[in-house]
Nanobody, 115 residues
């Protein structure tokens, strides 16, 4: 069984920064894709960013230039550096990983940006 645990969510003022982290644990042979999604109240979950095993990245247009996804220094971790935060970034952020060709989700971490 694979588990993903996110951390780093917090309350921050607009214009501020936060760094989210996600760590996978369990029996893992390979992680093909790591990503972040978010879900604001009353809205559907949306894609934020992802990074492949080769290091290529993709971002939602709404976060390009402000967010950076990277593989963490520790094995099986991914981070999301969020700068210049806006009130519309307020959401629960979920980590997603394709581990051995299966998709896993974390429990989510709350990011609240005050105007």
């Amino acid at each position: 069984q694979v588990q993903l645990v996110e951390s780093g969510g917090d309350l921050v003022q607009a214009g501020g920064s936060l760094r989210l982290s996600c760590a996978a644990s369990g029996t893992i042979f390979s992680i093909n894709l790591m990503g972040w999604y978010r879900q604001a109240p009353g809205k559907v979950r949306e894609f934020v960013a992802r990074i492949s095993s080769s290091g290529s990245t993709n971002y939602a247009d709404s976060v390009k230039g402000r967010f950076t996804i990277s593989r963490g220094n520790a094995q099986n971790t991914v981070t999301l550096q969020m700068n210049s935060l806006k009130s519309e970034d307020t959401a629960v952020y979920y980590c997603n990983m394709f581990v051995d060709s299966r998709s896993y989700w974390g429990q989510g971490t709350q990011v609240t940006v005050s105007a």
